[in-house]
């Protein structure tokens, strides 16, 4: 679909426009409740929610319904049972929960708009750096205003590799069995807590390759176009390309992916 067809908002904005604003509005809750207590539940083991993951989901689902009232929402925390049909905002009102709720600033607030699987938009927004990663379908990625493009490390040993264990145990402990193989045949290796920063930091280069074993479509949907727009690939760990539906990721430029598939 060409992105220049798609539909003004009913206020006559872009899906670019409304997106934007919904995500910095709410990177501006995220950080004004950053340093007070927070009401915390526990989802299952490891998966924290707050009372401001749901502000700031609430603030983006209305922001969006009052512009585009007729697009579905997926969403983390109220809508994620929402099937994708048609137009749909895929939305992650607080990405990398665990880091915010221990005081660590590195999480980020992600919306796509996908219409039915394929991926027309996406964003990710750092409100603590004030970095807003963006990519339109056919139209590049930027964050702010620079172009960007994947690394051009072509050897893993060269490679700075990200990853994140998820909350599935079994998942997890897989996880470590692959970081633990990997160690010393790679530059090194970081645990994000934040996919989405993940895939947005392969996406400029700051990251060489990024793997997950068990995530969600609100996690990587936007991620995915972002590093495809900079250059780069997101593959499942059988080497297809992956959609936000699936599980597994793994993304990066085509010679890093081809070589972490051939060591698994």
Not at 40 to 68: A, C, F, M, P, Q
Not at 124 to 132: N, Q
Not at 181 to 191: E, N, P
Request: net charge neutral; aromatic share 10%; hydrophobic share 40%.
């Amino acid at each position: 679909m060409d992105n220049s067809s798609l539909p003004l908002s009913r206020k006559g904005k872009t899906p670019l426009e409304v997106a934007t604003y919904a995500a910095q509005e709410a990177g501006e809750v995220l950080v004004a409740h950053f340093a007070s207590r927070k009401m915390i539940k526990h989802k299952s083991r490891g998966n924290l929610v707050t009372e401001v993951d749901t502000l700031s989901e609430k603030l983006i689902v209305n922001l969006l319904k009052d512009e585009y009232p007729d697009y579905r929402v997926l969403s983390e925390e109220t809508n994620a049972a929402t099937k994708v049909s048609g137009y749909t905002w895929i939305v992650d009102p607080l990405d990398g929960t665990n880091n915010y709720v221990f005081g660590i600033p590195n999480f980020c607030v992600t919306i796509a708009l996908a219409h039915n699987d394929d991926i027309l938009l996406g964003i990710t927004y750092d409100p603590f750096k004030r970095e807003l990663f963006y990519a339109e379908k056919g139209r590049g990625a930027y964050l702010n205003n620079s172009l960007l493009q994947v690394t051009r490390i072509s050897l893993l040993k060269d490679a700075l590799l990200g990853f994140d264990m998820g909350y599935h145990a079994e998942q997890g402990k897989k996880m470590l069995d692959v970081a633990n193989k990997l160690w010393g045949q790679v530059h090194c290796i970081r645990m994000m807590g934040s996919s989405a920063l993940g895939l947005a930091y392969v996406a400029c280069g700051r990251m060489s390759l990024y793997f997950h074993r068990h995530i969600y479509p609100w996690d990587i949907a936007g991620g995915l176009l972002l590093v495809r727009e900079a250059g780069g690939m997101a593959v499942d760990w059988q080497g297809n390309q992956a959609g936000f539906h699936m599980k597994g990721i793994i993304a990066s430029n085509e010679l890093l992916c081809q070589q972490f598939l051939s060591l698994q």
